[in-house]
Nanobody, 115 residues
């Protein structure tokens, strides 16, 4: 059974930084496109960033210039470096692996940006 396990969430002050990690197991990691999504209370889940198998990246406009997605295929891990965090970034962040019709989700990690 495929497992995606997020880590690195927590409480941070506005303007601070966090790095999220998502470790994948029981999956041929390198052939999956990876993504980070987030869901704030009362909101729908939204796509934050993606990285293709070849390393191409996309970002939602609200995080461009502040967040960076990367992957390490040797470690079966995808990262989300989050800088200049804002209170509106507060959400549960989910890792996603996708290949054609197959998609897998982690259980999420909570990020709270507050003073």
């Amino acid at each position: 059974q495929v497992q995606l396990e997020e880590s690195g969430g927590g409480l941070v002050q506005p303007g601070g930084s966090l790095r999220l990690s998502c470790a994948a197991s029981r999956i041929t990691f390198s052939i999956y496109a990876m993504g980070w999504y987030r869901q704030a209370p009362g909101n729908q889940r939204e796509l934050v960033a993606t990285i293709s198998t070849g390393g191409s990246t996309t970002y939602v406009d609200s995080v461009k210039g502040r967040f960076t997605i990367s992957r390490d295929n040797a470690k079966n891990t995808v990262y989300l470096q989050m800088n200049s965090l804002k209170p509106e970034d507060t959400a549960v962040y989910y890792c996603n692996a996708k290949r054609f019709v197959m998609t897998y989700w982690g259980k999420g990690t909570l990020v709270t940006v507050s003073s």
